[in-house]
């Protein structure tokens, strides 16, 4: 590991422990050589989601300290978003009841692509609830997962939200 990259990984671990970002969670870091530059990627969420201050205000931090190594470097810093990776165990857990996509190195059930609602860890599995009723999906089959977000479902929420919202106003 070169010296820059040990000085990003010191950061990053520094400041997922900082009281001054509350929640955070580093969903993942990425390092890649492109020639002489070395291209650093952050992915971070918490609770209520990672606005466009928050990343600003973890580049900066970070530029500021791999700024003094005077190396090359690019430096990328992005919030998991509405489809965020599923990428630890407990991100299953935590997601439940949410919709996933998963991708398996295996084929389960003749697919290797699953869609459906979360339902927890179980036996080291994955509990996805599909149209075809419980897919238990091996974590170590696991290539790739993230939430599926789902536009009609939430304009649905939020018409429904207005709604309330008139029949509750008084001076309507």
Same mark, same amino acid.
């Given at each position: 590991?070169?010296?820059?990259?040990?000085?990003?990984?010191?950061?990053?671990?520094?400041?997922?422990?900082?009281?001054?970002?509350?929640?955070?969670?580093?969903?993942?870091?990425?390092?890649?050589?492109?020639?002489?530059?070395? /291209?650093?990627?952050?992915?971070?969420?918490?609770?209520?989601?990672?606005?466009?201050?928050?990343?600003?205000?973890?580049?900066?931090?970070?530029? /500021?300290?791999?700024?003094?190594?005077?190396?090359?470097?690019?430096?990328?810093?992005?919030?998991?978003?509405?489809?965020?990776?599923?990428?630890?165990?407990?991100?299953?857990?935590?997601?439940?009841?949410?919709?996933?996509?998963?991708?398996?190195?295996?084929?389960?059930?003749?697919?290797?692509?699953?869609?459906?609602?979360?339902?927890?860890?179980?036996?080291?599995?994955?509990?996805?609830?599909?149209?075809?009723?419980?897919?238990?999906?091996?974590?170590?089959?696991?290539?790739?997962?993230?939430?599926?977000?789902?536009?009609?479902?939430?304009?649905?929420?939020?018409?429904?939200?207005?709604?309330?919202?008139?029949?509750?106003?008084?001076?309507?």
């Amino acid at each position: 590991m070169s010296e820059l990259q040990q000085i990003f990984e010191r950061e990053v671990d520094a400041i997922a422990c900082d009281a001054a970002y509350p929640g955070l969670e580093i969903v993942a870091r990425r390092t890649r050589n492109i020639g002489r530059t070395t /291209a650093f990627g952050l992915t971070v969420d918490r609770p209520g989601g990672a606005d466009l201050q928050l990343c600003e205000r973890i580049a900066a931090r970070i530029n /500021a300290t791999l700024d003094g190594s005077g190396l090359p470097y690019t430096l990328e810093v992005e919030s998991a978003g509405l489809e965020r990776p599923l990428v630890r165990p407990g991100d299953y857990t935590r997601f439940a009841g949410e919709r996933a996509r998963i991708v398996t190195s295996l084929t389960v059930r003749g697919s290797k692509t699953h869609r459906g609602t979360l339902r927890g860890v179980r036996a080291g599995n994955v509990i996805l609830e599909t149209a075809g009723g419980a897919l238990p999906l091996p974590i170590e089959t696991i290539k790739s997962a993230h939430l599926e977000y789902d536009a009609r479902a939430d304009l649905q929420r939020n018409k429904q939200q207005r709604k309330k919202f008139v029949e509750e106003d008084p001076c309507r």
